[in-house]
């Protein structure tokens, strides 16, 4: 084509003027018709290549994304059934769980008269007594791996051990999901579902006899004895896999879908029901799949949208990518007007100028050619400009280290943090620059980030010119061509200004609980120093007793904010010098009610709030508000329990003198019945350290 329009050009100047130019005008108007059809039917093929390309692209991407969605939705559910490893595979668990499978009698019998005067088996009885242990290890299990709670089934499916201290029938679902583990001698999941709490789920676990091999990963011949029930909260994590990923465009949206019965129902985490029915339900293909095409959206059955859906392997979700209709189309209207604008005004300028079309292909062509080239070079200086002077006013260092962890590039940030120039950093490795020490603890896993091919980010101290600052790096695979991973791209963020910043957070946090005790017992002139003792012992109590650093945390906010409740007491009955009567008793014990209602809006550990409420109870059931007893207490309120009145046997009152410790100690000591023997002593051997004798010392 380009040479017919040359040949056109160079015959224009000769028909002007000259014989049969009205034959000569007619074809190179004949000519310029034809190119116009050309034009026109090049930019309708234009259209429907561009429109191809787009849905086509469109589609790869929705697979890209749904996919990659759901292989790490199916990561999370094999990570979660992984967390209980290590409670199924513990020998003392299958023991317990194969005697429970051998136990002919009723389990709700023998475990609901564990203290009863009837008879029992004694292999019942045994059972029976080792129930608390196996409790207290699931109890522990379950808070450690973030469960909501945990059950113990047995092959039937009926629960004989629970986290949360009691065993309410099982829902028929539950119990044949549980059923269902066990013949498969696979985890199993559960429909997501809505609580108070929010979306939560149960991953139901086969358990096994204690000489057979089995796992979340292993299947034992011998068959499965019981099934581990965990209950899991899972709105944040849905959240979260559902929020937009770099690969989405406006318009876009990823859903989760559930099928319960024939009703297709979209997971809504975010939303107060947590769930949304699909008005317009969901065709599906012969894989189970939903196909990409046009059909009414999820959210919306008035909406269009395209479409497309994978199928979560075993369980009945479906991760749909959809977009909106306008949205997608946009890309291929915009295209096609603009081409369409362009052929029109190609058409025009062909009439026009048609006698100079040798011009317009050949000189005014070459430069425009010449011209984009250099706006192009241009373009590129003015890019790699730009990247440069990020690089060197950025805060945050940059390096990128090759597979033997020499260092290929760094910014100009890095070299100055370790006063050395860039050009000298080349080639140099961790150990050379920060010291062989802390070079090991950096490249902990440079090894694991190359060889797995995915990003790690860690915090260490690193010391820069005498000084300490902490740093957040983040380590990602450099990888060629071929996939081949050829080193390490790092990026550190000095985090030092933040960190010190959380700590004086806690200790600001820390120091208006202790103001807000003092408030509380002005109150109360016989309570002066009571919490601040009450918390001071009760931190080194959980200590002594190996509790988790959470627990420790969570006891001492429990014991400064123990005492609120009184504020609401008249305070005439606090001061009252004599007996409380029986109705003046029963106002002062209100004041645990008054704790929980001032608390239990506030955002505070739900451990925090059961040790206050559960303070004043007693292990023979004698206490208040419940009556609760023996294990039906929190670790946390026994230890208050215990403390609360030695702190208060210690302080003078109105009626009575202070006690000594020890005969404080001897009290509650022989009040066995009321108090955790293990609690007393964890105190009795506390006060007799540097720490205790310090907190029991007067303040001047």
Same mark, same amino acid.
């Given at each position: ?18 014989a ?38 469109l589609?790869?991407? &929705? !697979? ?26 513990? /020998? ?18 023998l ?11 004694? +292999? ?16 522990? &299990?379950?808070?450690?791996?973030? %469960? ?48 108070v ?47 937009? +990923? ?9 859903? #989760?879908?559930?099928k ?13 029901? @947590? ?18 095409g ?29 977009? /909106? ?26 009439? $026009? ?6 011009w317009?292909?050949?000189g005014?062509?070459?430069? =425009? ?6 706006? #192009? ?8 400009? %730009? ?7 950025? !805060?945050?260092?940059?390096? #990128? ?12 940030? %890095?070299?100055? *943090?370790?006063?050395?120039? =860039? ?8 150990? *050379? ?8 603890r950096?490249?902990?896993? /440079? ?15 690193? %010391? $820069? ?23 390490l ?59 988790p ?31 409380l ?13 008054? *704790?929980y ?29 419940k009556q609760?007893k @023996? ?7 026994r ?16 009626? =009575?003198? *202070? ?8 009290? $509650? ?5 009321? &108090? ?17 004798e ?7």
């Open positions: 084509m380009a040479e017919h329009t040359t040949q056109t050009a160079s015959e224009v100047p000769k028909s002007i003027g000259g049969k130019q009205g034959v000569k005008i007619g074809v190179v108007l004949s000519f310029v018709l034809v190119i116009s059809l050309g034009i026109l039917l090049l930019a309708n093929r234009a259209v429907t290549g561009k429109e191809v390309g787009v849905l086509d692209n589609q790869k991407r &929705f !697979d890209i994304l749904t996919h990659v969605r759901s292989e790490v939705i199916s990561s999370f559910l094999d990570n979660l059934s992984h967390h209980g490893d290590r409670l199924i595979k513990s /020998d003392l668990f299958r023991l317990y769980a194969s005697e429970i499978d051998e136990f002919d009698g009723d389990l709700s019998s475990f609901g008269t564990i203290y009863a005067e009837d008879e029992v088996d004694e +292999s019942g009885v045994v059972l029976a007594e080792q129930l608390p242990m196996m409790e207290n290890m699931l109890r522990e &299990f379950s808070t450690y791996a973030g %469960f909501i709670n945990a059950r113990i089934l047995s092959r039937s499916g009926e629960a004989y051990i629970a986290t949360d201290g009691y065993l309410p029938p099982m829902k028929d679902s539950q119990i044949t999901d549980a059923q269902a583990a066990i013949e498969t001698n696979r985890p199993r999941f559960s429909p997501l579902r809505k609580t709490q929010g979306i939560v789920m149960d991953v139901y676990v086969p358990i096994y006899p204690p000489d057979a091999v089995g796992g979340t990963d292993e299947v034992s011949p011998e068959g499965a004895v019981g099934v581990l029930m965990m209950t899991r909260l899972v709105s944040g994590k849905i959240t979260e896999m559902l929020s937009n +990923s770099a690969l989405d465009t406006k318009g876009q949206k990823i859903r #989760l879908v559930q319960d019965g024939d009703i297709y129902r979209e997971a809504t985490p975010w939303n107060v029901e @947590g769930f949304k029915e699909v008005p317009k339900g969901i065709t599906l293909d012969a894989d189970g799949n939903l196909p990409f046009i059909r009414p959206s999820v959210d919306n059955g008035n909406q269009k949208v395209y479409s497309s859906g994978v199928k979560i392997p075993g369980l009945e979700w479906w991760l749909i990518q959809e977009i /909106d209709y306008d949205a997608a189309v946009a890309p291929i209207n915009n295209f096609t007007r603009t081409v369409y604008i362009v052929a029109g005004l190609g058409i025009l300028t062909a009439f $026009l100028v048609a006698g100079l079309a040798w317009i292909l050949t005014v062509q070459s430069q =425009r050619v010449a011209r984009e080239f250099k706006a #192009l070079a241009t373009q590129i200086d003015d890019q790699k400009r %730009f990247i440069d002077s990020i690089n060197a006013n950025i !805060d945050e260092f940059i390096t #990128l280290k090759d597979a033997e962890g020499r260092y290929t590039y760094v910014n100009d940030a %890095f070299a100055h *943090a370790v006063g050395r120039s =860039r050009e000298e950093l080349i080639g140099m490795d961790a150990a *050379a620059v920060f010291g062989f020490d802390t070079a090991k950096l490249e902990s896993i /440079d090894q694991i980030v190359m060889r797995e091919n995915r990003k790690e980010t860690i915090n260490e101290p690193i %010391f $820069l010119r005498s000084q300490r600052h902490q740093f957040q790096i983040s380590k990602s695979p450099y990888c060629g061509s071929d996939g081949t991973c050829a080193g791209v790092e990026v550190y963020r000095d985090i030092t200004e933040f960190v010190a910043a959380q700590e004086q957070n806690k200790r600001l946090i820390k120091s208006a609980m202790e103001a807000l005790g003092s408030t509380i017992e002005a109150a109360d002139p016989y309570l002066g120093g009571h919490t601040k003792l009450l918390a001071g012992l009760s931190v080194e109590v959980a200590k002594a007793l190996h509790l650093e959470m627990d420790v945390a969570e006891i001492e906010t429990a014991a400064n904010l123990s005492q609120i409740g009184k504020m609401f007491v008249p305070n005439e009955i606090l001061t009252k010098p004599g007996k009567t029986d109705d003046e008793m029963a106002l002062m014990e209100e004041h645990v009610e008054h *704790a209602r001032i608390l239990k809006d506030i955002d505070i550990d739900e451990g925090v709030l059961l040790a206050i409420y559960q303070m004043n109870e007693r292990l023979d059931g004698s206490g208040y508000p609760l @023996g294990d039906d207490t929190i670790m946390l309120a230890i208050l329990s215990v403390l609360n009145v030695f702190c208060a046997m210690i302080r003078p009152r109105s009626y =009575r003198g *202070a006690k000594e410790p020890e005969q404080a100690l001897g009290i $509650l000591s022989s009040e066995t019945t009321k &108090f955790d023997s293990a609690v007393v002593q964890a105190l009795a051997d506390v006060i007799k350290t540097p720490t205790g310090k907190l029991l010392t007067p303040k001047e």
